[in-house]
């Protein structure tokens, strides 16, 4: 009985050498856990203090070498990943199949670990998919330099490149210079709960697969469809659309945007997207995006609701979770038809914008994501707001009945908020 309960052999008792060089001269150096191979990419941190297989397996950390605040990471190793198949589950537990971060750095990497859950270590993971990682490291230190410098571009070396000469400043890679999102989006479009009584149609720049959780398990049937399909050429097959969170500049999808600007002029069905998806809806609505100096990632970031809608308060707080480098420009005034939604309390960025309720239109767009897998579930009845405002429309529609907006009349209430703020 009690062997059952032993901690699993530690994997990671490593003394591979291993350094953190950043592209504007710094270097950390500490020891190599997982893969021992050397990468590039941008460095970010995150401020969570959970879910570090979730975050890893986010496809939104495509190309970046993510640095955890939280000084001991992997205490509860990693679970089982595969969910069987069925209409109501997305195929796996965590957020994709795989890990989508280049690389990570912690400051203490739990070497034993212990959940009811865990089937291996977090070293051992990084292992099998071929990701490196170095602990030892002072995270709060290098979190320190990026909240000063800016996101910076980084070299995970390890084994003998950990002694070779820093790489010269030209041949550092940047992820952001290309289109990340063709590398995470799904190549065919497939189904989720067929049976569904609502259609929607997710574009999919990168989802994690709680946002498919998220909206099967409130009934809806989910097709899921790659960044750049023309789903103006399908969309009368659907009750509303969805766009994802994705990685890398928005403005690598422009293309997207475009035709989400065609699909908002001429659909009057309900459009919701999160993080990336937010970001297409700006640049479709005429806002501009920005790359932020150190973005938001952590499970702790607090948006202000401008506009009450559905579950969502005029005048309210609400903790997020979050995992973003760019954000919308706020303008003053916004484009015709369109209000800010939410903003961030920290550094006053665009946390969402919604189409005004007298442009005849329903459409959200939030920054951060109200799935959080992990992190507070303040905003997770967005979801079902937006379900039950696909269902209205549809059945308003089926009865060819000028539809009664109960879910998202906008009450008069108001937070005024300029670009001067
Ligand atoms: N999680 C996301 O969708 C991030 C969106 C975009 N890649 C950014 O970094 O801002």
């Not at 997305?90 to 795989?98: A, D, M, P």
């Not at 912690?106 to 099998?128: M, P």
């Not at 309900?270 to 990632?297: E, K, S, W």
């Amino acid at each position: 009985m009690l062997a059952s309960l032993a901690f699993p052999p530690a994997t990671s008792d490593s003394t591979i050498p291993a350094v953190l060089h950043l592209k504007t001269g710094q270097s950390f150096t500490g020891r190599n856990f997982g893969a021992p191979k050397s990468v590039f990419g941008e460095t970010v941190f995150s401020t969570s203090i959970t879910s570090y297989t979730e975050s890893m397996t986010d496809p939104s950390y495509r190309g970046q070498i993510l640095v955890f605040t939280t000084p001991l990471i992997g205490n509860y190793g990693v679970p089982v990943n595969s969910a069987p198949y069925d209409t109501q589950d997305v195929g796996v537990v965590l957020e994709s199949s795989g890990i989508q971060c280049t690389g990570v750095v912690v400051s203490d990497l739990a070497e034993k670990f212990s959940h009811y859950k865990a089937i291996e270590s977090l070293a051992s993971w990084c292992t099998r998919h071929n990701v490196p990682g170095i602990t030892g490291v002072d995270t709060r230190a290098v979190t320190r330099l990026l909240r000063d410098q800016g996101t910076t571009l980084g070299r995970l070396a390890v084994g003998d490149d950990a002694s070779a000469p820093r790489p010269e400043s030209h041949e550092y890679w940047d992820p952001s210079a290309e289109n990340l999102v063709e590398q995470v989006s799904t190549r065919m479009p497939y189904t989720l709960n067929p049976q569904g009584d609502v259609r929607i149609a997710v574009l999919d720049f990168g989802t994690k697969a709680n946002i498919l959780r998220a909206l099967v398990r409130r009934g809806a049937s989910v097709t899921v469809l790659p960044w750049n399909f023309d789903f103006n050429a399908v969309r009368d097959q659907f009750d509303g659309l969805f766009l994802t969170n994705g990685p890398g500049d928005p403005k690598q999808c422009m293309e997207a945007a475009m035709n989400v600007r065609k699909t908002i002029q001429e659909w009057d069905k309900p459009v919701f997207g999160l993080c990336m998806g937010h970001q297409i809806i700006g640049l479709a609505a005429g806002l501009d995006a920005y790359r932020m100096t150190f973005g938001n990632r952590g499970h702790n970031q607090p948006v202000l609701a401008l506009a009450s809608s559905g579950s969502i308060k005029a005048g309210r707080v609400y903790v997020t979770s979050q995992n973003h480098q760019y954000a919308l420009k706020l303008e003053d005034p916004f484009p015709a038809g369109w209000e800010p939604f939410f903003i961030n309390c920290n550094d006053s960025s665009v946390e969402g914008i919604k189409s005004t309720s007298d442009s005849g239109k329903r459409v959200w767009g939030v920054q951060f994501h109200p799935e959080s897998a992990g992190g507070p579930l303040d905003t997770i009845e967005m979801f079902s707001d937006y379900v039950t405002e696909c269902r209205m429309v549809k059945a308003a529609q089926a009865a060819s009945k000028p539809l009664l907006d109960a879910a998202f009349t906008a009450p008069p209430e108001r937070i005024a908020v300029s670009a001067t703020a």
